[in-house]
């Protein structure tokens, strides 16, 4: 048994080092596919002897199942922000209050100031024990699990001189990359967009789920270090020591003495940060000695030893000439600005995004305004207000449309939503367009072709819905304009090629409503066939682990249009794959099914993931959290006592896992 832990703990080791080198280095050492080898390597033996769990162990990065909501704690020192300066005047004040306050030599510590969600960590005995959000700067969320699956963060620190117990602050960030490619997917689910990269990475650290968060790879930098022991008397030092102890620590950290330097420091950053992979919105400075900012002491808010100086937005004043309104795959209907051409950092600005009809209205908007557009956080410039006292008397206000800019069919609104759709779903071109290339896709039906070829063959007639595509050939699509040969029996290959596309891809292709590509495989093991998902009540829908009331609705209703049923026969007829394959739908079962089943505890004999689908493979629902509607809980070693403690106080059946795995025999 003994070299079992030897194992774990070497593996452990190895793969703290590769994260670090990785993560905080951004160099690495192996592949990703090495890694991915070594961390499967550890996870199998974790659960083969669950006695060797450890929550620090690189395996819990992937996020753990445990569902809850977040518990309060106590700051054990407040967590304070800082006084915001905008001038450079303020900065020369800031000094000179210092120089006066000290009466003595003093360094100044320059950092980025990172646009994130600040973040306290405690560790004890070198290991990662909580993480805490900010709050109210007195009591903050604990969001421990999500934090453990940041990858820049430790959980267990390098080397062996770190304090027995310490906290250290910084910010948690999404970075630029991240955001954008989770916008561009909220955008093909046409579900509301963050409209920055910090509300993006602090709604995903308030995520409910650890799984969501690890795979929305966050980021994080360090700033501040608190404690009774640290290592040196000089806030600079201190840094440099947690970055050998494995923290991610910016090399944009530096020390200087002048105003002179300061302002470089301020001037380089205010261009070069344009350059960095996360969102900066200024600088921080802090008097590099603990005991000289201990001297200086704080007001009733803020330190007296530290500043922030904001950068300015960059922002210009441009005439609204137009507005003009997208149509989108699912018929929303996004309105955008046309301006008269601007130049904002570096770039001509002609369009800024509006959001919807409400963001209109905030901003009072009218036709010929002189209005203010800013390039912040956003990728995206925004018009963030309007100069009334340019407006003319005849301007008139930008009244949303009431109908399709496309098509003509007067807009709806959903209830509660703040978005618009063109309900005419099949007879509305620039939604029938998005659907086909939505279908096209890789994740979807993997067919070589983008919008231009939807658009040609569009306009050429061959194409009014999915299953059209199916009749093409490739002599009547090489006549098309710039069509080769080639392409055209590329396309027509990937055609046929996709009839053998699994269901629960085919499910995703047809491009429902918030049927992504998660939700469609949910859906095709609940529901094997499509006759089967067809005929399903919304009661049944709801069944469904994660399909709430609105995928739920929007399934129902895309069944019952008939041009969706006609072309969903048409598709069969083609030998589109509607049925779940034989091997998969062979290990199906009903033996589970109606019940409720939450999963707690560490197991030896299957992970927790693998329960988790054999409750689903045979018909039950797997669901987080325990309540009057549990049939059981499975439990393996660890249950939580809060949780056996409900499950007691409802009666809830406890079942382990041999119990469990008797009752699918
Ligand atoms: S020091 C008592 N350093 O900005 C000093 N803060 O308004 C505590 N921030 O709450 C903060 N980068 O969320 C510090 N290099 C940096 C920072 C930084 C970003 C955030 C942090 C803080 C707020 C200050």
């Known amino acids: 048994m003994n070299h079992i832990k030897q194992q774990i703990d070497a593996l452990r080791e190895e793969l703290n080092k590769h994260n670090y080198d990785y993560y905080v280095l951004s160099a690495p050492t192996i592949s990703d596919f090495e890694f991915d080898k070594k961390l499967k ?24 199942d445990i569902n809850k909501s977040f518990r309060q704690v106590q700051h054990k020192y407040p967590m304070l922000s800082l006084a915001n ?39 004890v005995n070198g290991e990662l024990t909580q993480a805490v959000t900010r709050g109210d700067g007195v009591q903050g969320d604990d969001v421990t699990a999500n934090v453990r699956t940041i990858r820049s963060i430790p959980l267990r620190l390098r080397g062996s001189d770190y304090p027995a117990e310490f906290e250290i602050r910084g910010e948690i960030l999404m970075p630029w990359s991240v955001f954008e490619s989770l916008n561009k997917e909220r955008e093909e689910q046409e579900e509301m967009l963050f409209a920055n990269p910090r509300n993006a990475g602090s709604g995903t650290l308030k995520q409910q789920d650890p799984k969501i968060v ?3 790879k966050l980021d994080s930098y360090l700033y501040y270090l608190l404690g009774e022991d640290l290592p040196t008397d000089g806030h600079y030092e201190n840094l440099m020591k947690a970055k050998e102890w494995g923290f991610k620590i910016s090399d944009a950290t530096k020390k200087c003495k002048t105003l002179d330097e300061i302002f470089a420091y301020i001037h380089y950053w205010d261009t070069e940060r344009k350059n960095l992979p996360v969102a900066t919105d200024g600088i921080v400075l802090k008097v590099n000695s603990l005991t000289q900012q201990r ?26 000439e137009s507005v003009s309104y997208q149509v989108g795959r699912t018929g929303a209907v996004t309105p955008v600005a046309n301006l008269k051409p601007v130049k904002l950092s570096g770039t001509t600005v002609k369009r800024a995004s509006l959001y919807n009809e409400d963001y209109i209205n905030q901003l009072d908007l ?15 410039p925004k018009i ?6 340019k407006r003319g008397m005849f301007d008139a206000k930008v009244d949303f449309i009431k109908t399709c800019p496309e098509c003509g069919t007067p807009l709806v609104k959903d209830d509660g939503e703040a978005i618009y759709y063109c309900p005419n779903e099949t007879g509305c071109p620039p939604q029938i367009k998005g659907r086909i290339e939505h279908f096209l896709t890789r994740k979807a039906m993997n067919i070589a072709g983008g919008s231009e070829t939807v658009e040609h063959l569009y306009n050429a007639g061959y194409i009014r819905n999915i299953a059209d595509l199916y009749t093409l050939n490739w002599q009547d699509v090489s006549r098309l304009e ?15 090629a996709s009839v053998s596309v699994p269901y629960e891809r085919v499910l995703f292709a047809l491009g429902i409503r918030y049927v992504g590509e998660t939700v469609a495989k949910k859906l095709a093991l609940a529901f094997p066939s499509i006759d089967l998902l067809q005929n399903a009540s919304l009661e049944e829908l709801v069944q469904v682990d994660e399909i709430g009331d609105r995928i739920a609705r929007s399934i129902i209703k895309y069944f019952g249009n008939t041009a969706n049923l006609d072309v969903i026969e048409k598709l069969r007829s083609f030998g589109i794959q509607f049925e779940l394959s034989e091997s998969i739908v062979a290990q199906r079962t009903e033996k589970l099914k109606g019940l409720s089943i939450v999963i707690s505890g560490t197991f030896e004999r299957h992970s927790r993931d693998e329960y988790k689908s054999m409750i689903e493979q045979n018909g039950g629902k797997n669901s987080g959290s325990i309540s009057s509607k549990t049939n059981y809980i499975l439990a393996g070693d660890n249950m939580g006592p809060a949780k056996l403690e409900k499950a007691k106080s409802l009666g809830v059946p406890i079942i382990d896992e041999d119990g469990f795995l008797k009752m699918l025999e």
């Open 295 to 320: 001297n200086l002491g704080y007001t009733s808010k803020f330190p007296r030893w530290a500043i922030a100086f904001k950068f300015q937005a960059e922002k210009a004043v441009t005439t609204l």
């Open 366 to 380: 009218h036709i010929n305004d002189q209005v203010y557009v800013e390039k912040g956080g956003e990728i995206i």
């Open 384 to 389: 963030t207000g309007v100069d009334t006292t």
């Open 85 to 123: 300066t905008y001038t450079e005047e303020e900065v020369t004040d800031f000094y000179n209050r210092v120089k006066k306050g000290l009466n003595d030599d003093f360094e100044i510590v320059c950092e980025l100031k990172y646009d994130g969600t600040s973040i306290s960590l405690t560790y």
């Open 482 to 496: 710039r069509w080769a040969e080639k392409s055209a029996k590329n396309l027509i290959d990937s055609i046929h």
């Open 214 to 216: 690890a795979s929305r």
């Open 41 to 64: 390597e550890l996870a199998d033996l974790e659960t083969r002897y669950p006695e060797f769990f450890d929550p620090n162990s690189p395996t819990q990065r992937v996020g753990s």
